[in-house]
């Protein structure tokens, strides 16, 4: 790789805080940018990788592969199980079964990979291409002779750490709570081949399965690439408050005990898929290997300052963090940092408030404010419901208009345009060549979803 340092310019140094994915992929980047670089970690890269949980399922899509590709990185889509689509259930508030659809990626795919293994990975080519990595637990008074020392400072310590140096931005910020209890656990014991969720999708364990009932929640598996286990699935469930998910979910204290619970929420509500989660195992190897919190999805300022004054930029879910329903956070956070390593890397001034604030506000434009909407629209927020419940249904008449819609995933950028049932219409007019009133006029209750028939002793695991 080349330094994109201009001739007769002296290195520039960075330091980065946090050592997560985020952290990781940006101190990688403006390593190879010609930066000098010092990574700051509370973990050394053993204890990063095996001490703690993923910070989530971490699902990507085309548009954030792009920008690891921009940033001479792996993204996994040839070592992970592909995603080539999502398969969506949704049940009212009797358990009546509503919606099926099956939404196909459209030119793209989707890669879950365990963040450990993606920041361990990042970190030992940090280090072999000459980074300096810091263990040691960055107080605010510690920030502010670090930011005196380096040319640009970047907080990448998640959604707690070093976040509350950044204001929160109160219009982009429309909850004061999480709108969800997660849980989630990874398996094994089941493949990815097409008898796997066969009666979701002729693409069978290529394809997640999402299911949403309008009083619990929503359940998710997904093929995942865990760090010990290799190819696996994930499961993550979201609760509403005061549901009875919400009960079940509390009670976790372990991978098995959160097994456990998975499995009976599958058998008393998600009957239809339950072959497959009884033939899951959790990894023996991976203590870790769940999770169960909240998320307040909030957007906080780009920049921020030290105690002494000195201006740091927020990256990653030091930024936003966003419930994980429309897998928004991750993928953020690295079409963030590759945005900041491109623009310092030909940037010649100083990395001031004025240059921190610019990219920030242009990288909202381009994804985050998106990614926020796309969030607000899977959760169900009464603003969009209207718009939600038209897309969706629109979707389980047309399969053009359901890969349109899982396609928001991968871009949110549509999803900006649309504010009223109009702009909604229009959408599913445009994406399905017919007008919208006489396509969703065709709307009917799917009645009964397809059972699953599956046997874990013809399938491969
Ligand atoms: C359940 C769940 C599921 C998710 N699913 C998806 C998904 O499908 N798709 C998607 O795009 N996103 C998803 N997300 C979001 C995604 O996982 C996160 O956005 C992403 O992993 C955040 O990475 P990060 O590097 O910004 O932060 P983190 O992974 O939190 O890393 C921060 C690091 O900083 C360290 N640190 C903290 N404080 C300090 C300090 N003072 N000094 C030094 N180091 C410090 C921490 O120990 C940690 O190592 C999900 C989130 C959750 C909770």
């Keep these: 790789m080349t330094s994109q ?67 001479g990185l792996d993204s996994y889509t040839a070592r992970a199980p592909r995603h080539t689509g999502l398969s969506v259930r949704i049940a009212g508030p009797e358990r009546e079964e509503l919606i099926a659809f099956d939404g196909h990626f459209d030119g793209y795919v989707g890669v879950a990979v365990d963040t450990r293994l993606k920041a361990d990975e990042r970190l030992t080519r940090f280090l072999e291409r000459g980074g300096r990595f810091v263990v040691e637990q960055v107080s605010p008074a510690a920030l502010d002779p670090i930011a005196a020392a380096n040319d640009l400072t970047l907080v990448a310590t998640g959604r707690g750490g070093l976040s509350e ?84 979910f509390a009670a976790a204290d372990s991978a098995d005990s959160a097994h456990r619970i998975v499995q009976e929420l599958y058998r008393d509500f998600i009957d239809w898929d339950l072959p497959e989660v009884l033939a899951t195992q959790t990894i023996a190897e991976d203590p870790h290997s769940w999770l169960k919190g909240a998320v307040r999805p909030a957007v906080r300022s780009g920049a921020g300052h030290t105690a002494g004054g000195h201006v740091v930029g927020s990256l990653g879910d030091t930024s936003a963090a966003y419930d994980p329903i429309a897998g928004q956070g991750a993928q953020s956070g690295l ?31 381009a994804r985050g404010d998106a990614a926020n909407k796309v969030t607000r629209l899977f959760l169900g927020d009464p603003e969009l419901a209207d718009i939600g419940n038209q897309l969706f249904a629109a979707a389980a008449v047309d399969s053009r208009v359901a890969s349109a819609l899982v396609g928001l995933l991968h871009r949110p950028q549509p999803l900006l345009g649309i504010d009223s049932l109009d702009a909604a219409n229009e959408f599913i007019t445009g994406v399905s060549g017919e007008d919208a009133a006489a396509l969703l006029a065709r709307f009917a209750p799917a009645g009964r979803f397809d059972r699953s028939a599956f046997s874990s002793t013809l399938a491969s695991a």
């Design 335 to 365: 079409i963030q940092a590759q945005r900041l390593v491109a623009a310092a890397a030909v940037h010649d001034g100083a990395f001031d408030e004025a240059w921190l604030g610019g990219q920030y506000a242009a990288f909202l434009a």
């Design 165 to 248: 140096l950044f204001p929160i931005d109160a219009e982009r910020s429309v909850y004061d709570a999480p709108q969800r209890s997660l849980l989630t656990v990874t398996v094994t014991g089941i493949g990815h081949d097409d008898s796997v969720f066969a009666h979701r999708s002729r693409a069978g364990g290529g394809h997640s399965g999402f299911s949403i009932f309008a009083d619990q929640g929503e359940g998710w598996w997904g093929p995942y690439l865990h760090k010990d286990a290799g190819p696996s699935w994930a499961f993550l469930g979201w609760a509403r408050p005061g549901s009875e998910w919400e009960r079940r």
């Design 5 to 71: 340092n201009s001739a007769g310019r002296s290195t520039r140094t960075a330091a980065i805080i946090g050592a997560g994915q985020t952290g990781v992929t940006a101190a990688l980047g403006l390593l190879d940018a010609g930066f000098d670089v010092t990574l700051y970690s509370d973990r050394d890269q053993r204890a990063l990788r095996d001490d703690v949980p993923a910070t989530g399922t971490a699902l990507e899509f085309g548009e954030t592969q792009q920008a690891e590709a921009a940033l």
